[in-house]
Nanobody, 119 residues
Framework: QVQLVESGGGLVQAGGSLRLSCAASGRTFSDYVMTWFRQAPGKGREFVEHINKSGKNTGYADSVKGRFTISRDNAENTVNLQMNSLKFEDTAVYYC????????????WGHGTQVTVSS
């Protein structure tokens, strides 16, 4: 089992940047595929970006291509999401998630961190 705590959310102007972090505790962090999701007001949860266990492979949604970058530090048990060129439509609660097998339906979730982009 793993516990996840997100941080780094806040209010930023359109075009600005934020860096989200997710700290993991519990089972060996490198056992998990890590993923960021987001949920905007009135919408369903949306996949943002994932990273494999070693950190060598990532995948992202088209909506964040070229703007967001996921990374992980297995020594520090953290996964980060660098968000640049933020848009109003990036406003959402961002969740960190972990699963041993896949990014598509993670078993473990953090509580989320709010990102608000003002236009």
């Amino acid at each position: 089992q793993v516990q996840l705590v997100e941080s780094g959310g806040g209010l930023v102007q359109a075009g600005g940047s934020l860096r989200l972090s997710c700290a993991a505790s519990g089972r060996t962090f490198s056992d998990y595929v890590m993923t960021w999701f987001r949920q905007a007001p009135g919408k369903g949860r949306e996949f943002v970006e994932h990273i494999n266990k070693s950190g060598k492979n990532t995948g992202y949604a088209d909506s964040v291509k070229g703007r967001f970058t996921i990374s992980r530090d297995n020594a520090e048990n953290t996964v980060n999401l660098q968000m640049n060129s933020l848009k109003f439509e990036d406003t959402a609660v961002y969740y960190c998630a972990a699963d041993v097998f896949s990014y598509q339906n993670p078993r473990y979730w953090g509580h989320g961190t709010q990102v608000t982009v003002s236009s």
